[in-house]
C-alpha cells in the first residue's frame, strides 16, 4: 500500500496488544481509519474485533500500543468519554432502556434542561431534527418497547449522529432486519459518511461489505492480517486470510437422508393472537427441515408452541406415534425436544457465570449422585465434551461465557442442547452473527445429527442457508402455513413468493 499522511487519518490504532489470564487476546494489532470511508472489520468469531474495540473505548486497558484520534494520541477511560469526544458505537445486542420514550434514550445522560427541570420542548425538536436528518419516520413520544428491532437500531444510529460522531462502530446491524430495512440503514450510513465519518462495519454478510465498504482490515487469531482497499478483493480472498486456509464450500456436503414420520404437528394454533393458526407439518427421521418466511411471519413461535414456552390453543404434537403435551420446556426437554433460540444474549446464555454452569445447565439432573450432590467428575467431562466437540476457544471451563465471542457463546449453547440427547433439536437463525469458518463446522454438525436419524427444525433469514443444508423449507406467510416445498426443487423466487401469499 502507498504510504499516506497522518492527517490522512481520523482514528490511528497501531501495535494495539491486550492479555488475559491464559490468553493473547490481541497481538499487535492496527486499525486505521479515514474520513469519508467504510472501513471493515473482519474476522472469525474470536479474531479479536470486540477486543479492539473495547481497547479504543476503555472498556479493557491495552497493554500496549498507540491511540491517536483527530490528530491526539488518547486513553478514554470509559464509553461515556469516547461518546463525548465523538467515538459512537452501535451495538449488535440492543441495550436501551424499554420503558422510556424513545427521546429519553437518545439524551439519557445529557437531558437539556431549562432551570432545574428538563426541557421537554427543546428534547422533542432535537430528536426530530436529528430524524429528519436521517429519514427515520418514529415519534419521539412513544415507548422505546413499542418498537421492531430495526427501529432500534435506528434509534441507536441516531444516538451517535446526535453526539456529533465522528467515527461510529456498527456490529452487526444488520442481523435482524429486512432487505427492505437493510436499504434504508445502508442509506443513513452513506449519510454519515458524506458527512465526513469514518465508519468502522462489522459484518459477516460478504454481500454487504462489498456492497457499502471502501477498505478493509482483517483479524485472525488476535493478530493484523493486512489492509487493504476493497477494491480488487474477491470473497474468496477474504475468507482465504480470515480463516488461514482456502474455504472452498460454504455449506458441507448432504450425506444425510430422511426416513419415516418421528414428528407429526397437527393443526397448530398458538395463543396470544396474531401467532400461529393451524400450521401442519411432519419431520422425518434423519431430516433438517427449515422454517422461511418475511420479518413477522411467526416463524419463531412455532418452535416456541412446540417446546411449551408459547400456550397452545389447540393442535396436536405427535412424536413416534405417541401425543405429547409439551406444557412447558421442562416437559418438552423430558420428551427429547431442545431448543435455541434466536436471542442469545436474551435468552441463551447467562452471561455473568461460567462455561461450566452454562454447558450443563439443561442437564443437571444427570449429575446427581448419592445424597443429591452433583459429580464434579462427570461435569468436567461433559464440559470439555462440549468444548472439543464445538471447538469452543476459550481459556478455562471457569471462563465468563459472556467474556467469549458470539460464535463461541452460540457453540456452547448448541453442546448443552446436545448434552440432553434430543430427538428433535431445533434451532431459531443458529448461524446469526457468525463468520464462515464457524459457520461451516455448525453446519457439519446439523449433517452429523441427521446422521444420527435425529429430526432438525431450523429457522433462517438467510436463503442460501436454508438452500444449503435443509432438505424440505416450510414456508411461512403471516402465521399460517403457505407452502411446504422440497429445497433441491425450489428457487428463491419460489420461496419469497409463498412467503408472501398471506400478507
Not at 56 to 64: D, H, Q, S
Not at 257 to 265: A, C, S
Not at 329 to 336: D, K, L, T
Not at 387 to 405: E, F, N, Q, R, W
Request: proline share 3%; net charge neutral; charged share 25%.
Amino acid at each position: 500500500m502507498t504510504t499516506i499522511n497522518k492527517n490522512e487519518f481520523l482514528l490511528e490504532m497501531t501495535g494495539i496488544s491486550k492479555e488475559f489470564p491464559g490468553v493473547k487476546a490481541l497481538d499487535k494489532v492496527n486499525l486505521k481509519v479515514r474520513p469519508h470511508s467504510i472501513h471493515a472489520l473482519m474476522g472469525e468469531n474470536g479474531a479479536g474485533k470486540s477486543t479492539l474495540l473495547k481497547c479504543l473505548f476503555g472498556i479493557y486497558e491495552k497493554n500496549e500500543g498507540d491511540i491517536v484520534f483527530l490528530g491526539k494520541s488518547i486513553n478514554f477511560s470509559s464509553s461515556k468519554e469516547a461518546l463525548e469526544a465523538g467515538v459512537s458505537m452501535v451495538h449488535q445486542e440492543l441495550n436501551q432502556v424499554l420503558q422510556r420514550t424513545v427521546m429519553d434514550n437518545i439524551w439519557l445522560g445529557r437531558y437539556p434542561t431549562k432551570g432545574f427541570f428538563v426541557d421537554q420542548k427543546k428534547m422533542y425538536e432535537e430528536t426530530k431534527k436529528v430524524f429528519e436528518e436521517l429519514d427515520i419516520d418514529i415519534d419521539p413520544n412513544v415507548k422505546v418497547a413499542t418498537l421492531s428491532v430495526s427501529q432500534m437500531q435506528m434509534l441507536e444510529i441516531a444516538k451517535a449522529f446526535s453526539y456529533d460522531a465522528k467515527i461510529v462502530i456498527m456490529d452487526e446491524p444488520t442481523s435482524s432486519l429486512t432487505e427492505k430495512e437493510v436499504n434504508h440503514l445502508f442509506k443513513i450510513i452513506k449519510k454519515l459518511k458524506e458527512k465526513g465519518c469514518g465508519i468502522v462495519y462489522i459484518s459477516h454478510k460478504m454481500e454487504e461489505i462489498f456492497e457499502i465498504c471502501d477498505e478493509i482490515t482483517i483479524l485472525r487469531d488476535g493478530v493484523w492480517v493486512d489492509t487493504r482497499p476493497l477494491e480488487g478483493l474477491t470473497m474468496d480472498q477474504i475468507i482465504g486470510m480470515m480463516v488461514g486456509r482456502e474455504l472452498t464450500q460454504r455449506f458441507p456436503e448432504k450425506t444425510n437422508t430422511p426416513k419415516e414420520t418421528i414428528l407429526d404437528v397437527k393443526n397448530l394454533t398458538a395463543l396470544n393472537q396474531p401467532s400461529v393458526k393451524d400450521v401442519s407439518f411432519e419431520l422425518r427421521k434423519g431430516e433438517i427441515l427449515g422454517i422461511a418466511g418475511l420479518v413477522g411471519a411467526k416463524r419463531t413461535d412455532i418452535v416456541e408452541a412446540l417446546f411449551g414456552i408459547r400456550e397452545r390453543s389447540s393442535g396436536d404434537i405427535i412424536l413416534h406415534g405417541k401425543h405429547l403435551k409439551n406444557k412447558d420446556a421442562h416437559e418438552a426437554i423430558n420428551n427429547g425436544f431442545a431448543l435455541v433460540t434466536e436471542e442469545r444474549r436474551s435468552t441463551g446464555i447467562y452471561s455473568n457465570l461460567d462455561i461450566t454452569f452454562n454447558s450443563l445447565v439443561a442437564n443437571v439432573e444427570q449429575y446427581k449422585e448419592g445424597l443429591g450432590l452433583l459429580s464434579n467428575r462427570k461435569m468436567k467431562s461433559d464440559t470439555q465434551w462440549v468444548i472439543d466437540a464445538m471447538s469452543v476457544k476459550t481459556p478455562s471451563h471457569k471462563t465468563m461465557i459472556g467474556s467469549l465471542s458470539g460464535g463461541n457463546q452460540q457453540k456452547i449453547i448448541i453442546g448443552r442442547w446436545l448434552l440432553t440427547g434430543p430427538e428433535i433439536l431445533m434451532l431459531d437463525e443458529p448461524t446469526r452473527g457468525i463468520d464462515v469458518g464457524a459457520k461451516f463446522e455448525i453446519y457439519q454438525l446439523i449433517l452429523e445429527l441427521a446422521n444420527k436419524d435425529k429430526g432438525i427444525i431450523i429457522i433462517s433469514s438467510e436463503m442460501p442457508e436454508l438452500l444449503g443444508i435443509t432438505d424440505r423449507i416450510l414456508v411461512m406467510s403471516n402465521g399460517r402455513a403457505a407452502g411446504i416445498v422440497e429445497t433441491k426443487n425450489t428457487t428463491q423466487n419460489e420461496i419469497l413468493g409463498l412467503a408472501s401469499r398471506y400478507l
